[in-house]
């Protein structure tokens, strides 16, 4: 069903990141690179799933009423590039707690890139700080927490 659904994706211009592991050995300054473009198709596969239809992301003429001047993509769909990226660290990963805060907002078609430190290890857990970036613009940042195998 995976495959199918990958081809429904790219029909309607989504970009499948093949699921790859990152290597070396994991601890305090291990750093993590991710990035992925958000296009109208993950919008639409993001809002129907977790069910957040808002015409902030779907309305252009209501977004435009807005401070943002223009429909833009969920927060959570840009953070979860966080759960992508720590996903393909070296082992059996589980991310056990995530906070962030955002701070500008992205634009269907922005490339979002995920950069992440390892800045704290107590046995298997890892506290990694992250930032969202589209160009030199920091979109988001926070934290997460994850559990290595």
Known sequence: MLEEIKEIYRKY???VVEFEKFEGNVDVGYTIEYEKR???VDV???GLAS???NPLHFDEEVAKTTRFGGRVV???LTTSLVSAAVARMPGIVVLLEASFRYTKP???GD???VVGEVVEK???KYRLNVRCLVGEDVVAEGYVVVLLW
């Open 44 to 46: 639409c596969f993001f």
């Open 111 to 113: 490339v979002v890139k």
């Open 122 to 124: 107590d046995r298997r």
């Open 38 to 40: 958000l296009e109208e």
């Open 74 to 76: 969920h927060g959570m």
């Open 51 to 53: 069910g957040d239809l």
């Open 13 to 15: 211009g989504g970009e």
């Open 106 to 108: 992205v634009r269907i």
